[in-house]
Every structure is written in C-alpha cells, then in structure tokens.
C-alpha cells in the first residue's frame, strides 16, 4: 500500500467552477501536510501548507482530517491557469517528505 | 527568498558514462537537501538524504555506490550517476531546506535535471 494514495484524475473543470479532491495517507505519526503544484516536465511548487484547523489561502481552501487520515484541497473560482497536478505531501516527525503520485487538474474554457 | 538552482537541466548521455548534476541553494544555507527521482505519471521518490559534511543517508534499494552524492558546503550538493544505463533515465530533482523559516519542514526545489541515457 503506498504511503499516500491521491486520484490521478484527471478532474476537468469548467473555468469558474469548484474543484475539490483529497489524498489519504498511512502513517498516523505524519506531522506536516502540504499541497505542491507541479507544472508538466517541471519541479513542485508549494502551494500551501495544512494545518489541522484548516487553512485558506485566496482561492484555495486545504483541510486535514486525523481521525481519517485524509487531507483534502479545493480551489473556488478555477483559472486557467490552475491546470496542475497537485501533490498531496505529508511529512514524518523527522522531516521525511511522503508524495503523492498528484491529482491532475485540467480547467477548460 | 529560498532559491534553489540546478545544473544541468537537461542531459544527454551514452550508456556506461558518469554524469553529475549539481544542486545549489542560492540565498540560504542548506544543512540538509534532498535527492528525488521521478519516472513518468509517477510520484517523486525520494533517494537520499544529504547532510553537509557527513555521509548521505540512502533510501531502501537506492545503490550508493552507483548514485553518489557529496554535500561538502552549506550551499551545494551534488549527485553523480555513475556508470549510467538507460533505466537510469528520469527527472532528478534535489531540495534543500530553509532552517530559519516557519515551518522547518518545508523544502524548496530545485528545477530538476532531465537525464537520459541512450
């Protein structure tokens, strides 16, 4: 079983419309959650990081749930150019960043 | 702030060369970086963890005699991809992380080195 198990989608969005998508993970000892972009054929970009109480950073709203394990990201008002895979990234107590295989996102006029 | 370079880019090399890629954080100093490795449609994979001044710890099945890494300063890394052969071809991407920012967790990466090997 992988440590973190996102949909590879792709989710087709309408440009305007909402987006949301989660990502489970195994280890119950994971300290930190993230959200990174990755463009294609380029490096991952932090998009934010999630904290336990929630946490929304202009049009994008992240949230973690422990009980279940599962951290779950939506984007409001979808741009064109948030056509992305999206990473779900967990950290361990030493630091040790989990990926995600990402949830590919493609916003259509 | 928080930039992280890398060089090369992009490589192209025969079966049974060594390549180095370099991976430098640029406005801060890295006590710790990362090497990862991305096969296509796939998850990045971490391959080892490099610590300045001290010998790389490797994950699980990573070979270390094939993929060496040196940490010798506080601002670079390299890995060399010895005696490549083609399997070895991916994207490697290297991060490094910012102590002196909130969440000691994060990591910045580089642009990644695109190798392949023919």
């Known amino acids: 079983r992988k440590e973190v198990e996102q949909d590879p989608g792709p989710f087709n969005v309408p440009e305007g419309a909402t987006v949301a998508f989660n990502c489970t993970y195994s280890?119950?000892?994971?300290?930190?959650f993230f959200w990174y972009r990755q463009d294609c054929r380029k490096e991952p970009k932090l998009l934010m990081s999630v904290y336990s109480s929630g946490n929304e950073d202009g049009r994008f709203t992240a949230q973690l749930n422990r009980a279940s394990q599962y951290i779950s990201l939506l984007i409001r008002d979808s741009k064109l150019s948030d056509s992305a895979t999206y990473l779900c990234?967990?950290?361990?107590?030493?630091?040790?960043?989990?990926f995600g295989a990402g949830t590919q996102v493609v916003v259509t006029p | 702030g928080a930039v992280v370079s890398q060089h090369p880019s992009r490589v192209i090399c025969k079966s049974g060369t060594s390549v180095k890629i370099e991976c430098r954080s640029l406005d801060f100093q890295a006590t710790t970086m990362f090497w990862y490795r991305q096969f296509p449609k796939q998850s990045l994979m971490l391959m080892a963890t490099s610590n300045e001044g001290s010998k790389a710890t490797y994950e699980q099945g990573v070979e270390k005699d094939k993929f060496l890494i040196n940490h010798a300063s506080l601002t670079l890394s390299t890995l060399t991809v010895t005696s490549a052969h083609p399997e070895d071809s991916s994207f490697y991407i290297c991060?490094?992380?910012?102590?002196?920012?909130?969440?000691?967790?994060?990591?910045?990466f580089g642009p990644g080195t695109r190798l392949t090997v023919t």
């Open positions: 990234v967990v950290a361990d107590s030493w630091g040790k960043l989990q």
């Open positions: 280890n119950s000892a994971s300290q930190s």
């Open positions: 991060s490094a992380r910012d102590w002196g920012t909130r969440s000691s967790y994060e990591q910045y």
